[in-house]
C-alpha cells in the first residue's frame, strides 16, 4: 500500500480556502474547512466549504482558477465540508470526485447533474500517484476519509472534522504510509473536550512522532492556543488564505518509528 516514490516535501503547497479563522483579512471566513493542495502528480480541493458564494469568492481572490483542480476529496458529508461543491461544479466539473461511499447517492445526484466522475471510497484508495484516502473510519458521529501524503520527511496528514479522533486518523495514516507522520492539519474537532483531554490528546501526537501541526476549523479556539504552547515553533498558524509551504516545514523528522516494525515482519 506504501508509495513508492514519496515526494520532496519541498514541492508541496496547501492553501487553506475555507476556515472559521482569519489569516488573510481579505478573505472570507465561515463555519466549514477547504483547502487546495498543489505539488502532487494531480491538484486535490480538498473538501469545499458550506457556502458556494464563499469559497467561489475566495479562490477568486487568491487568484486560484477553478479548472486547476483535477481531483475533489471530500472527507465527509456534513453541510461545512460540502455545501460549496454544486457551486463549484457549475465552474469547473470536469474532475475526479472521491466521496464517502456510505452517501454515494446524493453524490450520484451532483455528479449526473455536473458529468463529473464520481469514485467512492470504502477502503483505503490512492486517489492520485501521491496521496492516499485513510478509507472511511467510523465515529458515533459521521464515518469519515482524511488524506495522507506521504513525503520525504514523514506523512502530511490532512483532517476535515477527525470525527473518528485526530489521533486514530494520524495512527492509521502511518500504518497506511508505512511512515511517521510529519505533519497534521484541519479540522481536529476539540471543541467540547476538557482541558485534560487535549493536553492527551497533544501529548499522544507527540508520542506518535508528530513534528508540525496547523489544527483549524473545529478544533476550538482553546484547544489551538493549547497546541501553539506546546509545539511553539513547529506550530503553524491556519487560517483562511494561509499558504504553507513545504519550504518552511524545515525542522527535522522524528525516526521513523514504523521501521522497525516493517523490518521485523
Ligand atoms: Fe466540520
Ligand atoms: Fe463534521
Known sequence: ???????????????????????????QTDHGFSCLIEGLDRTLLFDTGGNGSIIMDNLKRLNIAPDQVDVIFISH????????????????STVDIYVPG?????????SEQFGSNVIPVDKPKWVC???????????????????AIPTNKGAVVITGCAHPGICNIVDRAGELTGQTVFMALGGF?????????VRKTISRLQTMGVRYVAPSHCTGKDAIQS?????????????????????ELS???ASNRF???????
Open 1 to 27: 500500500m506504501r508509495s513508492k516514490n514519496p515526494i520532496d516535501i519541498e514541492r508541496l503547497k496547501i492553501t487553506i480556502i475555507y476556515d472559521n479563522y482569519a489569516y488573510d483579512g481579505q478573505l
Open 77 to 92: 458529508s456534513h453541510y461545512d465540508h460540502n455545501g460549496g461543491l454544486p457551486r463549484f461544479l457549475e465552474a469547473h
Open 102 to 110: 456510505s452517501a454515494l447517492a446524493s453524490y450520484k445526484a451532483i
Open 129 to 147: 500517484d501521491g496521496a492516499i484516502s485513510t478509507g472511511l473510519m467510523p465515529s458515533p458521529i459521521i464515518a469519515e476519509q482524511s488524506l
Open 189 to 197: 474537532h476539540l471543541l467540547s473536550d476538557t482541558e485534560e483531554s
Open 227 to 247: 497546541f501553539a504552547d506546546v509545539f511553539g515553533k513547529t506550530f503553524v498558524q491556519s487560517g483562511v488564505g494561509r499558504v504553507i509551504r513545504g519550504t
Open 251 to 253: 525542522e527535522t523528522a
Open 259 to 265: 521501521r522497525g516494525k516493517r523490518l521485523r515482519n
